[in-house]
Nanobody, 122 residues
Framework: QVQLVESGGGLVQPGGSLRLSCAAS????????MGWYRQAPGKERELVAT????????DYAGSVKGRFTISGDYAMKSVLLQMSSLKPEDTAVYHC???????????????WGQGTLVTVSS
């Protein structure tokens, strides 16, 4: 079973920066893509950023473009989210996601981390 663990969340002032990291454990044959999602109280879960491992193409939510940067390391099975110019509306629980293929059964997997809380407040 693939398990993801996020870290790096915390309290930061508006305009500040945080770096979130996510590392996967377990046997993985192939990683298709990795991404970050967030959910704030009273709001739906939304995509923040994704990166495809083949071609390393990225996609960002309009609200974070120019402020957040996603990067991945296929060999290390990890993904980072560098967040800058943070705003109070960025406050949410951030979850790491990874999709790919498992060895042996060759079945697809869709793994989620437990989440890390980011609070932007003065």
């Amino acid at each position: 079973q693939v398990q993801l663990v996020e870290s790096g969340g915390g309290l930061v002032q508006p305009g500040g920066s945080l770096r979130l990291s996510c590392a996967a454990s377990g046997n993985i044959l192939f990683i298709n893509d990795m991404g970050w999602y967030r959910q704030a109280p009273g709001k739906e879960r939304e995509l923040v950023a994704t990166i495809t491992m083949s071609g390393s193409s990225t996609d960002y939510a309009g609200s974070v473009k120019g402020r957040f940067t996603i990067s991945g390391d296929y060999a290390m099975k990890s993904v980072l989210l560098q967040m800058s110019s943070l705003k109070p509306e960025d406050t949410a629980v951030y979850h790491c996601n990874m999709r790919g293929i498992l060895p042996g059964t060759l079945k697809g997997f869709n793994a989620w981390g437990q989440g890390t809380l980011v609070t932007v407040s003065s």
